[in-house]
């Protein structure tokens, strides 16, 4: 089940840098999309959402842009801190009935001081 | 500020024994749910449960596996004879209205 697609396992940026996560997905019915944040032996944190009627939300340092048309979502931390170095996942539903959550299996952050 | 909290954060059981896992979720919360992450995969949806029926399970969950609110606080995980491949971190959330669902700590689930 590759529904919701994270490609990059790793990303490494500069303190204070920008840093982009990405994410696609295949099901055009996901009317949600939500990014978490996880660190080691600790349940993944919400950090901001999207409706898929947006393109764009943001949240202090964090942004989540939305292309329906290219299936393609992104996540933007400015300026990244090396307290934000986790693993992301993306995640996403559908509003009908089962909102049950499909996660892409997640990109490792790594802020550098 | 609230979380959803879960025990035990570490359960190691036999082969064909049963487990239960506790979670007692953000308490004005009506949507809860369970997830499951087998080590090196992704996390993976197992049931929801709303209005003290379940709404929605996935594949995985199936009849040796039940939910259960047996108090206005408690949302329990039951595996009725474990397997080795149910080994991974469960993960308990609660959500207010379906949407933006927060996550407990897990509970690591070791079975030999």
């Known amino acids: 089940d590759q529904q919701v697609k994270q490609n990059s396992p790793s990303l490494s940026v500069q303190e204070g840098r920008i840093s982009i996560l990405n994410c696609d997905y295949t099901n055009s019915m996901f009317d949600y999309f939500l990014w978490y944040k996880k660190y080691p032996a600790e349940g993944p944190t919400f950090l901001i959402s999207i409706s898929s009627i947006k393109d764009k939300n943001e949240d202090g340092r964090f942004t989540v842009f939305l292309n329906k048309s290219a299936k393609h979502l992104s996540l933007h931390i400015v300026p990244s801190q090396p307290g934000d170095s986790a693993v992301y996942f993306c995640?996403?539903?559908?509003?009908?009935?089962?909102?049950?959550?499909?996660f892409g299996s997640g990109t490792r952050l790594q802020v550098q001081p | 500020e609230p979380e959803v909290t879960q025990t035990p954060s570490h359960q190691v059981t036999q082969m064909g024994q049963e487990v239960i896992l506790r979670c007692v979720p953000i308490?004005?919360?009506?949507?809860f749910y369970w997830y499951r992450q087998i080590l090196g995969q992704k996390v993976e949806f197992l049931v929801s449960?709303?209005?003290?029926?379940?709404?929605?399970k996935s594949e995985i969950f199936d009849d040796q596996f039940s939910v259960e609110r047996p108090d206005g606080s408690n949302f329990t995980l039951k595996i009725r004879s474990t397997k080795l491949e149910d080994s991974a971190m469960y993960f308990c959330a609660s959500s207010e209205n379906g949407r933006g669902q927060y996550f407990g700590p897990g509970t690591r689930l070791t079975v030999t």
């Open positions: 308490s004005n919360h009506l949507y």
């Open positions: 995640a996403a539903y559908m509003d009908t009935g089962r909102r049950a959550l499909t």
């Open positions: 449960f709303y209005n003290n029926e379940i709404s929605e």
